[in-house]
């Protein structure tokens, strides 16, 4: 699988904005970017995922470079629920291993009161 | 309705023991996988099943072996267990195609003494 660059950290402001960043230089043409998100003592949750365009869900945006080779995963407005890591992730749709998700360090995320 | 549940969520147990950790899944999904979260924090897959059978299989010791009775469970059977497997294992399922999300039980927390 394609490897993904991410911050270690970040902190944000309830109610602020938070970008994500994720740098993916080496992506194929058939790799989809999905992140997910891992609150303390839960299992990963799914938040978003695309391949070229822009995506909107009720969770978040996901904004994708036009070369491809970043993202941001976007939250309009961050509430203390939302301090997690945060894992950017590249699947391959080409290969037999394409079930599996390949979990990086992510980005643990801050949210101050 | 928990969507992936796994039992027991806590497991304090002895080194050479052997021991189960069940999942189920209601989500009406046709794949379901075992991951394994270190002390580190790392996600690393183990073992997918697909319509209960095995399609991934990890670099996992063979005292791991996984059984699927059916598609909505996906059991771990751990032998002979050892310091290193303390961690906390993390069931998912999702429906086959790769572009469709995994969801994630809460985690068994397993502590070897």
């Known amino acids: 699988d394609a490897k993904t660059t991410q911050p270690n950290s970040m902190e944000s402001n309830e109610e602020e904005p938070v970008h994500l960043p994720c740098n993916h230089s080496?992506?194929?043409?058939?790799?989809?970017i999905h992140w997910y998100r891992q609150l303390p003592s839960q299992g990963p949750e799914y938040v978003i995922h695309?391949?070229?365009s822009n995506v909107n869900n009720r969770m978040a945006s996901l904004a994708i470079a036009e070369d491809r080779k970043s993202s941001t995963l976007i939250l309009h407005r961050a509430t203390l629920r939302d301090a997690a890591v945060y894992y950017c992730?590249?699947?391959?749709?080409?290969?037999?291993?394409?079930?599996?998700?390949?979990f990086g360090k992510g980005t643990l995320l801050t949210v101050n009161p | 309705d928990t969507a992936v549940s796994q039992t027991p969520k806590y497991l304090v147990t002895q080194m050479g023991n052997d021991k189960s950790i069940k999942c189920e899944q209601n989500l009406g999904h046709d794949t379901m996988y075992w991951y394994k979260q270190d002390s580190k924090k790392f996600l690393k897959i183990m073992f997918s099943?697909?319509?209960?059978?095995?399609?991934i299989n990890e670099t996992v010791p063979n005292r791991f072996s996984p059984k699927s009775p059916d598609k909505a469970h996906l059991n771990l059977h751990i032998n002979s267990l050892e310091l290193g497997d303390s961690a906390v294992y993390f069931c998912?399922?999702?429906?086959?195609?790769?572009?469709?999300?995994?969801?994630f039980g809460d985690g068994t927390r397993l502590s070897i003494l």
């Open positions: 998912a399922s999702s429906q086959g195609t790769f572009t469709q999300p995994q969801h």
């Open positions: 080496t992506i194929s043409g058939t790799d989809y």
């Open positions: 695309g391949l070229t």
């Open positions: 992730i590249l699947r391959d749709v080409r290969g037999g291993s394409n079930y599996k998700l390949t």
């Open positions: 099943y697909n319509n209960k059978e095995l399609i």
